[in-house]
T-cell receptor
Framework: SQTIHQWPATLVQPVGSPLSLECTVE??????LYWYRQAAGRGLQLLFY??????ISSEVPQNLSASRPQDRQFILSSKKLLLSDSGFYLC??????????????FGSGTRLTVV | QKEVEQNSGPLSVPEGAIASLNCTYS??????FFWYRQYSGKSPELIMS????GDKEDGRFTAQLNKASQYVSLLIRDSQPSDSATYLC???????????FGSGTQLTVLP
């Protein structure tokens, strides 16, 4: 069966510090991968998605970046965090070879607080 | 800009009642629709998907889709306190089937 791992679960970082969040998927190949952010009391905002190794699409311009160095690994990074980067970061995947009628599976999320 | 709108809530219902959650979407070509449940502090969990006009039932959950009206709803029968959560409607679009989510409706089931 497929599983998605996301870490760390919680993170407190000072303003201006770097960030690296990692997400890996097991039990599948060639997944579509996604990074979302959910600010406190707000909806889910799509940040990045990837349909293959090295292929990254950005939905929202900001000081975050994403990379996909391996088929089942998706990394979210920042060189210098802002207070506004605080939120709940969620990684998700769905199968590349299924039709549109297949929803995402989310990881357990990383709660980031920038202080 | 594709939009997904949900009734703002919060919604409170007594235990055993039917909870009705509603969602409208702007993209007429959307073909599939998803309902996610998110408990406080947790990640969203897929609970229902629907692709065809009409009703789809899964246990106590029924999803209803009306493509002509661009409207999708979720009914929860015999609501339980454990159903208390935020319910998110989502619609896919784009080459990678990116999901656009509504802002969510917070449901509280009162014992």
């Amino acid at each position: 069966s497929q599983t998605i791992h996301q870490w760390p679960a919680t993170l407190v970082q000072p303003v201006g510090s770097p960030l690296s969040l990692e997400c890996t998927v097991e039990g599948t190949s060639n997944p579509n991968l996604y990074w979302y952010r959910q600010a406190a009391g707000r909806g889910l905002q799509l940040l990045f998605y990837s349909v293959g190794i090295g292929q990254i699409s950005s939905e929202v311009p900001q000081n975050l970046s994403a990379s996909r160095p391996q088929d089942r690994q998706f990394i979210l990074s920042s060189k210098k965090l802002l207070l506004s980067d605080s939120g709940f970061y969620l990684c998700a995947w769905n199968p590349l070879d299924r039709g549109a009628n297949y929803g995402y599976t989310f990881g357990s999320g990383t709660r980031l607080t920038v202080v | 800009q594709k939009e997904v709108e949900q009734n703002s809530g919060p919604l409170s219902v007594p235990e055993g009642a039917i909870a009705s959650l509603n969602c409208t979407y702007s993209d007429r070509v959307s073909q599939s629709f998803f309902w996610y449940r998110q408990y406080s502090g947790k990640s969203p969990e897929l609970i229902m998907s629907i692709y065809s006009n009409g009703d789809k039932e899964d246990g106590r959950f029924t999803a209803q889709l009306n493509k002509a009206s661009q409207y999708v709803s979720l009914l929860i029968r015999d609501s339980q306190p454990s159903d208390s959560a935020t319910y998110l409607c989502a619609v896919p679009s784009g080459s990678a089937r990116q999901l656009t989510f509504g802002s969510g409706t917070q449901l509280t089931v009162l014992p």
